[in-house]
């Protein structure tokens, strides 16, 4: 539960502010005896003017400044490393309190001409899937609500330029720390301002939160990586499918819209002479012919993790063209390449591992 009066000054257990709710703040401040208002002027500080510091928040006295340094901290995060592609992708390094890291990423989308970040839900993962740097890490923790919510605002506060689209595809399975990633939700859309149909969450199947979510009937987009049209295949691939199985996965994305008359998003990893044959594009437009959803077909990065190369391979320019072709034709649904960004150091799709930058 939420502590709003001062517990301790010791660096490491001061409360951030980043990560309240206006009604916390507000709530925070008349609990210091300030003025209720100085609660909305913070929310505003921190959500949409980026502050970096106490010290910007220029409508507040010097002393109330002191008195929010003595006793509190701005954000959880710290930034530990950042890196620039060569197509301007800005991959983040941030360090948790306990000295735990994981990434985000910062991706420009020319078709909008505005930015989006791709947010970690969990340091690591437990679900393992063997394409994915970040599964050879394995599970590390689950991330607070207001830890998740940060790397968008540590993004602003660096490059001083609004996200306008999230993504939940950086490290973890944001379905398996459910009620914190629904919390960062509800704040990324009241907060941050960013709207619910600008917010998408990707799941590897995990069949019971998709449904509980579907209840919650908000806006955003679910992205789900089915990887594979056949339950032994997908079971090589999406390790979590052996407890959540394809048809069941298939009924739960059905009931998702219908409860939330969103279409999904079906994800779909090209690896080489696995998944990418023409025979698994018609199963896989069969599989999916009735389900209202478009399809994101997402070449595979090679995955290098101590100069050991995954033997996993990247379809052939010609293969993956094929598969879009007859799965196009046949499932008569919109299939789209997924464009990579950032893959010169290693912040495209699958590859965030925690390496250390130089
Ligand atoms: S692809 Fe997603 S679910 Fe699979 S291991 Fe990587 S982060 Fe986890």
Redesign the pocket.
Known sequence: MLSLLPMSTSAETKQSLSGLKEADLTKLVKSLNWPAFKGKSIHSWIYTKWVSSFDEMSDLSIKERQFLNEHYKLSPLSLADKQTSTDKTIKYLWKLEDGTVVESVRMFLEEHESYSACISSQAG?????P?????YIGFKKNLKANEIVDQILGIQRDTKERISNIVF?????PLLNYDEVLKAIYLIKDSVSIGGRKITV???GIIPQIKKLAEEKLQITLAV?LHAPDQKTRELL?P?SKKYRLDDLMESLHYYYEKTNRRITIEYILLDELNDQPEKATELSNLIKDLHCHINLIPYNMVDLDNNHSPLKRPSSEKIHKFKQILETKSKKKVTIRRERGEDIAAAC?Q?ANKALN
């Open positions: 993962c437990a679900v393992g899937c394409f994915c740097a970040t599964g595809m950086g490290q973890g399975e990707s799941t590897s990586s999406v979590i699958g965030l």
